[in-house]
Structures are given as C-alpha cells and as structure tokens.
C-alpha cells in the first residue's frame, strides 16, 4: 500500500555515504559491531537492514527477498528499484529474516575462480549481536583471534561458513543486522565456536 | 558547489563503486573490475584515485593529497582543491590529522592508524602485465593462483644482474593468495603494506580496477630465500632534516655537480624540522 510507505534516509547524500562507511569498516574489520543512524525502517525489517538496503541497492541489484518479509516489498522497490527475483541463483543480495530462509544458501550465487566478486552478499536478521553464542573468528582484518556474539544464527553456523570459507576466493559475504546494528562476516574469515 | 552533487559523482555510479569496494575488502587483493566514469580531469591523473575517495567521502572527513609523497605539487594540490570545492571538506597536509589519504606513488612516513583510509591512484593494476598482455590469459593466472611467471622473471632478474632489479611497483603477495600491483610506490614503502592498521583501497581509472587491502592483512614482497627482499634508498641522511629512515629524492642544485637528498615525505620531514631537527644542507642554508 503506497500510502503506507516510510520515507528512506532523511538526508539521502550523507545517509548513504555514513552507512557505507560503517558497512565497509564492517567488512574490513570482520566480527566489530557497528551501528547505523535512524531510518525510518518498514516492517519487519531492522533498521540496520533497512539502512543496507538503501546504500547498497539499485536498478542494477537483483534482490532476493525472504517471502516473509513481503511486507516490505512496496518499501524496497519505491526506495531502491531493485528488482525482486524468486531465483536465489539470479540475485547479487539475500535478504533472510531468520535462519530458516537460509535455506536458499545453497543455491547463491558463490562467484568463480576468475571472478569471484560476482557472488551473492547476504544481509541476514538475528536477534542479537551481543548476547548469545560466541564465536571466534581469524582472518584478514583481525590482528588477532577476535569474538563475535550472535544469539539467532542456525546451529550448524560454524560448519556451513566453513564450506563457504573454503571455497575462498570464491563466497558468499555475510552482513549479521540487530536492530539498528550490523557486523560483517567476509568470505576470506575462518570462524570456529568460541 | 552548485550544480553537482556532494564530492562530484552522482549517487548510482558510488553505489556501483561502493559494491565493488566490499568485494575487494572481502577478497584482498583481487582486482574488482568497475564502470570507471569520465572525471574532468583526464585518465593517469588519478581519476581511480578520485572516484574510490569521491565514493567513501563524508562531510565530517579530513583530506590529505599527496604526490610523490609531496603535499605542494600539481596533482596533489589539484585533487585537494577539487575536494574542497566539491565536497566542501576539511584539507590538511598533516598525516595525523587526515582521516582520508590519497596517495599518488608513496606511503606516508608515519604509521597510519585504524582509522585512517589510504586510497591509492594506480596506473597499471595488473602485476603481470609486462610478462603477459592478454587480460584474459591473467585473469585465469589469478584464479589459478599460477604466479610461476613473475618468480622466473625475478629469477631472471638475479641471474643477469646479480639482484632483483626493481625498485618502484615491486610485486607483493597479499594474504598468500593474490599478487598484487603496490601502484608504482618505491619497494622501500612495500613493508608498511603488511599488517597496516589502516585500510588500504586501490582505483585504477583508465583500466577500470578496485582492489584492496583490509587492516591487518598480511602483505608479502615476493623473494627468495637466498635472496631476500630489500627495501632501497639512497645511502644519505636527509640535507635537511637528517632524517636516516626516510625514503629520499635527489635534487640536482646546480650545474656543477650538486645535489641535494631530501626527503620525499614533505609533511615528514617539516615535522622534523619544526621539532628541531636539522641536517647537513639545512645547516648551509641558514649559514649562507
């Protein structure tokens, strides 16, 4: 419903560009919890989610959606014109709102050998970034072994990222959003239960 | 400024450059190709340089431009001012006090912190290119990891003239996978790649390239184990600072033979200067 639809960044130059900065310090320095300004995110998207989709989304970035955040379909195709594909195959985002949704993981895009940037980036909903499981991460961007504490990923995490970290330089890079805070895990980071 | 939007490129073409600077972070080194737009000023100017800052720059960032690592020559003043137009940001010359830097061909002296981002412009981003000219036979060298090439042209290298004979541009492994083009900086910078605190971001316009080096990542200057890596510089304190670490240019003074070994670093060495340090030239300046 059109008339229902929440505005996206209130400045949209210095909303996107502050945004970015925190999702490529995120990226460069994987597991470190960052937190995004206000957005004026549509159910049942988080704030932090909402503020990705608005940085990184356009015209020329097919959009898998999680059927169950259809809600926020309109919100997302008037702010970004992203077009929303069922293909999980033809996407260069996920957007998951549980775990449940990864279901699709298998069936990304993972990138090839001699273009390995042409994998999905997957913006993924957990309930927590503070409390829950902990767990440790190694890699590039990390001087040394750093924790990250998730309460919502799927008890097979660290196995599943294994087989993505193991297709390096080929992945799926991994956005985690709470609220209105966010943590990246790239593909070239080795994560383990803490 | 009037009539263009924030630091100068419209909102798509950052975005397009902002996806391709994530990909780069997450696989360091590789090179992510990207639409490279027109700049107003033209390709081997830095427009990669530019179009990378233009896309991460915020009003509350600090801008340092350095050339050769000089605050006060042509491309580095250009590019500062048109930052200063376009995006209104604050400028210094001051590495401590940047939150951006942008460099044409050198690292600064100082140790550059986590919070500080380095943006190299980089005229030729593939590391293999005078071995191999087809993009496409390098392509698949990098994703096969096939670097036999460049070690036998070191190799070569050794055998004819007894050393390694390259001293700018000098190839690095980065996070043991990729091989990387530093941009033409002296092999005397390569060190301070590996397990820098800051991070390090890579535009190459004409050839339309991104790549990058996430903060402490391991970046390794290609050797042998009989002949190690060695960082050159001339054999002379700086001739006015007397600074002993730090990468130097000769200057001819004269016709008569002169010279002059300063340091290339000028925000460098004027701190150095400024905090009393003299060295043998500067003595004779003020002498005379």
Known sequence: ?194 | MKGYNFAYLDEQTKRMIRRALLKAVAIPGHQVPFGSREMPLPYGWGTGGIQVTASILGADDVLKVIDQGADDTTNAVSIRRFFARTAGVRTTTATAEATVIQTRHRIPEKTLREDQIIVYQVPQPEPLWRLEPSRVETTRMHGLADYGLMHVKLYEDIARYGQISIAYDYPVMVNERYLMSPSPIPAFDNPKMDMMPALQLFGAGREKRIYAIPPWTRVRSLDFDDHPFRAINAAHPCGLCGATDAFLDEVVTDDRGGRLFVCSDTDHCAERRAAGHVGADGLREAAE
């Open chain 1, 1 to 194: 419903m059109i008339g229902a639809l929440t505005p996206g960044f209130a400045e949209p130059v210095g909303g996107a560009q502050s945004c970015f900065r925190q999702v490529l310090d995120a990226m460069a320095r994987p597991g470190r919890v960052y937190t995004v300004g206000a957005v004026a995110a549509p159910a049942p998207l988080s704030d932090a989610a909402a503020a990705v989709v608005l940085t990184l989304m356009d015209h020329e970035t097919p959009l898998w959606l999680d059927p169950e955040a259809e809600a926020a379909r309109g919100w997302i195709a008037f702010h970004t014109g992203a077009p929303i594909t069922g293909d999980p195959a033809k996407s260069m985002f996920a957007l998951a709102l549980t775990h449940y949704a990864m279901t699709i993981w298998h069936r990304l895009p993972f990138g090839t050998d001699e273009a390995p940037q042409t994998s999905a980036t997957v913006i993924l909903h957990v309930a927590s970034l503070t409390t829950g499981r902990a767990f440790v991460l190694e890699g590039p961007g990390l001087r040394s072994p750093a924790t990250l504490t998730v309460d919502g990923l799927p008890g097979d995490f660290a196995a599943v990222w294994q087989r993505n970290h193991a297709l390096y330089p080929c992945g799926i890079d991994l956005i985690l959003c709470a609220g209105n805070q966010l943590a990246a895990l790239p593909r070239s980071v080795a994560v383990r239960e803490g």
